[in-house]
């Protein structure tokens, strides 16, 4: 898996500022707005225990940091533990943490310690970044394009197929694609095929994943992945509405769905 670097976090609140802007303008809802129309959920005074992990390639400068910094944009309570590990974990519960939020390499929780709810960073990242690409307020188009079925992209392409979208799909992984083709009935796309879409859903790795070719003028490219899925000339020349952040609204999406 792709590790976030410091220098992904960077200037994570004027990041989530300017995202929630697109979002609004995309949308007509703020990320707190879609988060509480997709699970029916809101806050109610929940306190957050923030848990460093040294597992693996260890603590990444900055991400406790920014999830102190998300959470508390989100108005929630939330405090990052001095301990880290087993011991941080003892110490965000004995200092009254409803949700404890903690990751290693391969998974990021959201766990609510009141109601036994939990969350995966993946699928609720997919899920939402799919949401807001379904919300694209400025076309009546069904057609959406999901580019990277993995993790993070299957489990949007299926809430987009539960949306009633029609779904085109795409991945450089062919096994993954047909899984994605007979357990969920989208279309196979042929990345080179000259069809352009309104609405773009991309959760790959890889810079440069969407071609010219797809892109029409304003469409809504609605991205997890990093590096960016198209080159800041293709955003420019199609005036492509950018939702791409690194960590914040697949955060809010974990939260609001433990709520
Ligand atoms: P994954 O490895 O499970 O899935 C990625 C998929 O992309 C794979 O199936 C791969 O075959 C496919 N792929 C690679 N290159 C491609 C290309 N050129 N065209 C089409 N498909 C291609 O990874 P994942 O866990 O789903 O994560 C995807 C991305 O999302 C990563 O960059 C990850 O860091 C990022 N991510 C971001 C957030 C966030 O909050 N912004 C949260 C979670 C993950
Ligand atoms: O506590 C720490 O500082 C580290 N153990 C955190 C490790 C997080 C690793 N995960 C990732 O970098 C991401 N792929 C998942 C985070 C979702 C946002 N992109
Ligand atoms: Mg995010």
């Not at 539960?162 to 992984?173: L, S």
């Not at 950018?242 to 769905?257: F, K, N, Q």
Request: charged share 20%; proline share 5%.
């Amino acid at each position: 898996m792709a590790l976030l670097t410091p220098d992904d976090l960077r200037d994570i609140n004027k990041q989530l500022q300017e995202a929630d802007s697109i979002v609004r303008r995309v949308t007509g809802l703020d990320i707190k707005g879609i988060c509480k129309t997709l699970y029916g959920t809101s806050p109610n005074s929940e306190k957050i225990g923030i848990v460093p992990v040294t597992a693996g390639n260890g603590i990444i400068k900055n991400f406790s940091a920014s999830l102190h910094a998300i959470t508390q944009y989100f108005g929630f309570d939330s405090f990052v533990t001095d301990m880290s590990d087993v011991s941080g974990y003892y110490e965000a519960v004995r200092s009254g943490a409803d949700i404890i939020l903690m990751a290693d390499d391969h998974t990021f929780l959201a766990h609510n310690l009141k109601n036994g709810k939990i969350a995966n960073n993946q699928p609720s990242t997919g899920i939402i970044y799919a949401e807001i690409a379904s919300r694209n307020q400025k076309t009546d188009s069904k057609d959406v394009l999901v580019v990277g079925l993995g993790k993070v992209g299957f489990p949007g392409a299926v809430h987009l197929v539960h949306k009633g979208f029609r779904v085109y799909g795409y991945d450089t992984d062919k096994t993954l694609l047909k899984r994605a083709v007979s357990s969920l009935g989208i279309i196979p796309f042929d990345i080179e095929s000259p069809k352009r879409f309104s609405t773009i859903f991309e959760a790959t790795p890889c810079a440069n994943t969407i071609p010219e070719t797809l892109l029409s003028e304003n469409c809504v490219l609605s991205t997890p992945g990093i590096p960016c899925a198209i080159s800041e000339e293709l955003r420019l020349k199609y005036n492509v509405q950018l939702v791409m952040e690194p960590l914040g609204i697949g955060t809010a999406s974990m939260l609001y769905s433990v709520l």
